[in-house]
């Protein structure tokens, strides 16, 4: 990675692809930024509005629309093209639409030259993560998918509102697949370095309990609900991917939960799936393994098996 020149290209200059480059934009975060799309002339306008901004924003920076082999020196390579999730469609039935899309766009940039690293946010997620793996040939350090990052920040949001406190200084995790069987292991969420359940004094069958139960329906189910108001997500998405890149461009060692392949953590191989993650200049740097419970360590089983049968089925 390239220490004098922040450069990412991103591909896919829809709405998660635009809500990103602006929070980059806002955030002084790249120094160079490629926009491509399968329509040229977007991608020509969106870089237009976005120059238009550069007078107020925190540092000089290029943007510009490009091609593929605007790859070979680039950082980040984060991919938002794919096909949008529809009212009431699970983010696995996108799986089969977006597979070509990623087919047309992984080969260009690998023969590019590019050896940065693939930041993937097209849904669903952890499968494409994967797809994208298998198709580059990359190291897996150097494939992250976002996972849960933005269900974790939903999740601390929420948290944060109940207990009166800044969600930045709640630690609490969604884990697994970013959708359906994603879960809340509640055993490791804390406020400060004091467990939350210790905090509220639950155990099992409380209401506390089944408020924190409701608070996980809800984290999950909150792109659902957002889709049926506006047809789709972008802002929560855009900003979780600028948080992961800045961590990669500054080779932060921070802990993410993103999509990572799993090498034996909590039992499980060979399946990119969102666990908490050390990020920093050469992508997943290792992963964070909680001391999940048995309940935990059990849905999380069930969550992987989830989606190595849906890959399973390409």
């Known amino acids: 990675m390239r220490s004098d020149n922040r450069k990412v290209v991103l591909i896919g200059a829809g709405m998660v692809g635009m809500s990103y480059a602006y929070s980059m934009l806002n955030q002084g975060v790249f120094d160079e930024l490629v926009l491509i799309d399968i329509d040229r002339k977007r991608a020509e306008g969106e870089a237009m509005d976005l120059n238009h901004g550069l007078a107020f924003s925190p540092a000089n920076m290029k943007i510009y629309a490009g091609d593929y082999r605007d790859c070979k020196d680039a950082d980040i390579v984060a991919i938002c093209a794919g096909a949008a999730q529809k009212p009431g469609e699970s983010r696995l039935d996108l799986l089969k639409r ?5 087919q047309s766009i992984i080969d260009p940039v690998t023969e590019s030259g590019f050896n940065g690293i693939f930041l993937v946010a097209t849904n669903p997620v952890d499968l494409m993560t994967r797809m994208t793996y298998d198709l580059s040939g990359f190291n897996a350090g150097r494939v ?14 929420l948290l944060g509102d109940y207990m009166d406190v800044d969600p930045r200084n709640i630690h609490a995790y969604v884990m697994g697949e970013h959708g359906d069987s994603e879960f809340v292991p509640w055993s490791q969420a804390m406020l400060g370095t004091r467990p939350i359940c210790d905090i509220l004094n639950i155990c099992d069958h409380t209401e506390e309990m089944e408020r924190l139960e409701a608070m996980e329906a809800e984290v999950k189910g ?12 972008y802002y929560g998405i855009g900003m979780a991917m600028t948080r992961i890149s800045k961590a990669i461009l500054g080779g932060e060692n921070s802990v993410l939960t993103v999509s990572a392949r799993l090498r034996g953590e909590y039992g499980q191989n060979d399946v990119f799936i969102g666990v908490p993650c050390i990020i920093s200049k050469d992508g997943v740097k290792r992963v964070v393994e909680l001391r999940l419970d048995e309940k935990e360590l059990e849905r999380f089983a069930l969550s992987c098996t989830v989606l190595r049968e849906n890959y399973e089925e390409l």
């Open 98 to 102: 977006n597979r070509m899309v990623f």
């Open 144 to 157: 992250i998918g976002t996972g849960t990052a933005l269900d974790s920040a939903r999740l601390r949001y």
């Open 222 to 233: 909150a792109a659902y609900k957002i889709i049926e108001a506006k047809r789709a997500t």
